[in-house]
């Protein structure tokens, strides 16, 4: 579960990430880069896409003011993967991400958590 976030900074299970990352119920992948920084392109979901159960939902932070972009390519492969993609601003995408968990949905989250 995700408690705060804040320009920077995101707590999640008590500890303090100042990194971007990829959320999954059961892990945190800390230093989530991409490729071309406010982009987000298929090949930066590759632990998205890769984990089994692959996630019903992917919510994506685009950062504090929404900066970050999801290619079309993106949306297509994880549609192939019957994966619902949602994407916000990170200090909404974040409480999505929780509700989502809280009403038992197989749920990832990728969050840039600046900008």
Same mark, same amino acid.
């Given at each position: #579960? @995700? ?6 900074? #995101? ?10 990352? @990829? ?35 992917? +919510? ?7 900066? +970050? ?13 019957? @994966? ?32």
């Amino acid at each position: #579960m @995700i408690e705060s976030y804040d320009f920077g900074v #995101m707590i999640i299970d008590g500890k303090r990430y100042t990194s971007d990352v @990829i959320v999954f119920p059961e892990k945190v992948i800390s230093g989530w880069w991409r490729k071309e920084g406010h982009r987000i392109c298929v090949e930066d979901l590759r632990e998205v896409l890769n984990h089994r159960p692959l996630p019903e939902v992917l +919510v994506v932070g685009t950062g504090y003011s929404g900066l +970050v972009k999801v290619t079309s390519e993106v949306n297509d492969a994880l549609k192939e993967h019957g @994966i619902k993609l949602i994407a916000q601003p990170t200090g909404e995408a974040y409480k999505t991400f929780n509700e989502l968990l809280r009403v038992g949905k197989v749920v990832a989250g990728a969050f840039h958590l600046t900008c």
